[in-house]
């Protein structure tokens, strides 16, 4: 139903990793599959939005879906709410409602209701939003369909150096010029964070370690309060002069560790070969 949540939750199937198509005429549905088998394999889940956009197209889902053309399993999920919330949510967006007509919005969502009245009864999940806020319908969608890879937290962790600017997108940056720079020893000047005896120099510097003992813990308090928001993505940026050296030692130590603590979590190194 138009206002029920129908955007919100291609996002959270997209961020679930689903191939999403919104908009598409049920005669197509049979090709999407066939391009997403081909280009990503059979194991990529797929989600068709379909609305009353789609009218007189409905009677080729329903016929889709019982002659299981596609090859897949399906499973129809349905969203609505009451019509007092459907209005306000109408209002609140300033949209009119695809079956208005220049009438009164009530009138589309009673036109609604009728024409989708058969892929109502047909539907697997019948999901009622009208006491769901936004992260309440996120965390509804990803109880249903989320596997326990894409509903766990990904973490990225990024070095950088200021001179070049902080990472726009970072949820956290942390600061190591606090440390000693190795750029000033002669012998590991031409090296990076990644090299062995730069990461050691690094490392064994007095603060290093009580900063990942202190750091480390903050992040997992974090990154517990993302997921229970239904946040999926975290990154963690770490910051020294040119990101060549301290950020980029720190980065992969830290990476390291989260990894031991169970986490998703992959590097990057943004300025590291810049200078």
Request: proline share 4%; with cysteine.
């Amino acid at each position: 139903m138009t206002g029920a949540g129908r955007s919100t939750a291609a996002k959270e199937l997209e961020d679930l990793g689903y191939f999403v198509v919104d908009n598409l005429p049920p005669t197509l549905v049979r090709d999407v599959v066939r391009l997403v088998d081909d280009s990503r394999g059979i194991d990529q889940p797929i989600a068709v939005v379909v609305d009353v956009r789609s009218g007189s197209f409905f009677d080729s889902l329903q016929a889709n879906r019982h002659q299981q053309v596609t090859g897949r399993p399906t499973t129809l999920l349905f969203l609505e709410a009451s019509d007092e919330v459907l209005v306000r949510r109408q209002e609140a967006a300033r949209r009119p409602h695809p079956l208005q007509a220049g009438g009164r919005l009530l009138h589309g969502l009673q036109r609604e209701r009728e024409v989708m009245a058969d892929i109502r009864a047909d539907a697997d999940v019948l999901l009622d939003t009208s006491n769901f806020n936004v992260h309440q319908l996120q965390d509804r969608i990803t109880e249903l369909f989320g596997s326990d890879a894409s509903t766990q937290l990904k973490v990225t962790v990024i070095s950088f150096g200021f001179k070049y600017g902080i990472p726009v997108d970072a949820d956290w940056v942390a600061d190591m010029r606090f440390l000693p720079n190795p750029h000033w020893v002669p012998e590991l000047r031409p090296q990076n964070g990644r090299d062995a005896a730069v990461s050691d120099y690094v490392l064994s510097q007095d603060g290093a370690g009580t900063f990942l003992e202190q750091y480390l813990p903050v992040l997992a308090t974090v990154a517990e309060g993302y997921l229970r928001e239904g946040k999926r993505f975290m990154q963690v940026a770490v910051g020294c002069t040119g990101g060549k050296h301290r950020s980029v030692a720190m980065t992969e130590e830290i990476a390291a560790r989260m990894r031991d603590s169970g986490y998703s979590v992959r590097t990057a190194h943004r300025d590291l070969g810049r200078e």
